[in-house]
């Protein structure tokens, strides 16, 4: 079904933000991180009625952004308390990203896009949101090589595309009680959220909730 063009916007923030409280959201830091970035700002024009609505949109590259929601639920999953080093693994739009620099000390972005990626950081530096890097990369190879270093580089790792499986590479770069948030796909779109915390050697596992997302592409892309 296509998207309904319209120059109105179908919701508000004010829509979203009561929506969010409605469903139980009280985290104050993060309820005014999406007060202050807008997120329709980070959505393509054509679509820009539907920022606040609840359905995934269009972005270049055939990828997808989550609906504002969602990228809320995953935030808030990662229980941060301002002092923590995040890796965001799917620039995408750079929404989640920004929200993410309200809420932490740094933030590291990365997608095989380089189109996504240049838009976002463009976008962001506007915003003078400085505690954000972003970079094209091979999400999984690069992890792995950080891995292979020993190196725990993040307190917070969290994605909104699907894994088969959450990759011990990914593990594997958490600093010790660190938290990874990220979907695991069951197929048709459908993906479970999962959370797992790093205790040591072991890892306790959570299911969170539901939603739909697109796979983890892995590798760079080429043209894009």
Known sequence: M?????SRPIFSKADHLARLRAEGMTNTRLLEAVETIRHDQFVP??????????????????QLMPPPSKTAQLIEALNLSGSEAVLDIGT???????????????????????????????????????????AQGDILASSRKQGQGGQALYDRIICDSAFDDLPRDL???LASGGIVVAPVFEGEG???????TKVGSRFERETLFKMHATPIRAGLAESL
């Open 190 to 196: 459908k993906a479970t959220v999962m959370r797992l």
């Open 45 to 62: 024009v054509e679509h820009v009625h539907l920022a606040w609505g609840s359905a995934a949109l269009p972005l270049p590259c055939g």
């Open 171 to 173: 593990i594997d770069v």
């Open 2 to 6: 296509a998207l309904r063009r319209s």
């Open 92 to 134: 995408g739009s750079g929404y989640q990203a920004a929200l993410l620099s309200k809420l932490a000390r740094k933030v590291h972005s990365v997608d095989t896009f380089r189109t996504l990626v240049e838009a976002a950081q463009t976008l962001c530096g506007k915003l003078e949101l400085d505690n954000v890097t972003f």
